[in-house]
Structures are given as structure tokens and as C-alpha cells.
């Protein structure tokens, strides 16, 4: 039996905002579980996620509370199996990653002619991040990755203006130089 439709009710609004990209995860060590659970929900043909209210959540509450009380027997206990793997890598050709591959090594060795350059970038379990406003950390991707994320949400948001579908992809927690550009230039394809 395989799951096909999935709903996640879940009492925290800021989690839900998060995994749809209508906010940005700006906690560095949160970043890949929101990659990591996007990732698996890939897996579904459909899933819906919901913000439930604390007060409207009394059936799982109660289920917990009941379960902590009685105890677990193991009786009916279902097993589900967790997929472990090390680090997902972005298969991407070299001469895609060459601008990451440039900062990269500015932020290994710096110079004082570099720091303009490389103070909105940072490495993080050796992934490069740019710094955006409010403190948002956003995954630095080849522009081959970035074209077919800027195709995947202009076919959700077709009439958007360049800015504001650039915007959104930062949003998502995702840069590349010409991420604006690529957006304005999509966008005038749709008009």
C-alpha cells in the first residue's frame, strides 16, 4: 500500500508559511530539514498543508495524552522506515558552478579587495549562502538549477512582474547572480 494524497495539519502557522515559500527560513541549521522535507513531498501526487489552530487540534492532542496514560503495549504499532542519506548533491556541469566555485574560494583565503564582494556570502557545512535583508540565508545554486526553479514557480504564478518572481524564488531560500534578469526575462515571455 503507498500513500498517494497527503494533508499535514500542523498548529505552527510560521512552519506551514515556511515549507509553502511564503516565508523564508532564516535559522541556518533549518534551512536543509525544509529542503529535506520539500524533497520528500515530492514523492506524493498531491498534498495539502494546513495551519490548524491550537483549540481545533483537540484530536491529536487527546490521542498523545491518551497514549502517554495508558502506555504503549507495541500492540498495532506501526513501523515506518527512515531514509537516511548523507548530503543531497546538486548534479550540476562545472561551468555552471563557476561564479560559486570564484566566491568560494574568496571566502577560503580573503583579501581586502574581496570583502565588498564576498561580505553577503557565507559557507556553511561547506554550501555556499548568500545573505539576504532580514537576516534570510539563501542557498547559492548553479544557474542551470536556478532556470528550472524560476520554470517551476512561473508556471504557478504566471503574471507576476520579473521583480516579484525573483523575489519570490528568494523567498523559497534560493540566489544565483542572474536571478532577477532570468525572472524579468521569463516574465516578458508571458505577457
Known amino acids: 500500500m503507498k500513500i498517494s494524497k497527503l494533508k499535514i495539519c500542523e498548529n505552527s502557522n510560521l512552519v506551514i508559511r515556511q515549507l509553502n515559500g511564503d516565508f523564508a527560513v532564516k535559522e541556518p541549521n533549518l534551512v536543509e530539514y525544509r529542503e529535506e522535507i520539500l524533497d520528500k513531498l515530492k514523492g506524493f501526487e498531491s498534498y495539502e498543508l ?9 484530536y491529536a492532542d487527546t490521542l498523545a495524552t491518551l497514549i502517554l496514560k495508558i502506555g504503549n503495549t507495541g500492540e498495532k504499532m506501526i513501523q515506518i522506515p527512515l ?7 546538486e548534479a550540476s556541469s562545472p561551468e555552471n558552478t563557476i561564479w560559486m566555485q570564484v566566491i568560494k ?3 577560503e583565503d580573503p583579501t581586502p ?4 564582494e564576498i561580505k553577503s556570502f557565507m559557507l556553511l557545512n561547506s554550501q555556499l549562502y548568500k545573505k539576504l535583508g532580514d537576516r534570510v540565508l539563501a542557498r547559492c545554486v548553479s544557474e ?5 526553479l524560476l ?3 512561473h508556471a504557478k504564478v504566471c503574471g507576476l512582474r520579473g521583480p516579484i518572481l525573483s523575489r519570490r524564488i528568494q523567498r523559497l531560500g534560493y540566489f544565483w547572480p542572474e536571478m532577477r534578469k532570468e525572472a524579468a526575462k521569463l516574465q516578458k515571455k508571458c505577457e
Open 50 to 58: 494546513e495551519s490548524v489552530l491550537h483549540h481545533e487540534n483537540k
Open 83 to 89: 531514509e537516511t542519506k548523507e548530503r543531497p548533491i
Open 105 to 107: 574560494a574568496k571566502l
Open 113 to 116: 579587495q574581496d570583502y565588498k
Open 144 to 148: 542551470e538549477f536556478g532556470r528550472q
Open 151 to 153: 520554470e517551476e514557480v
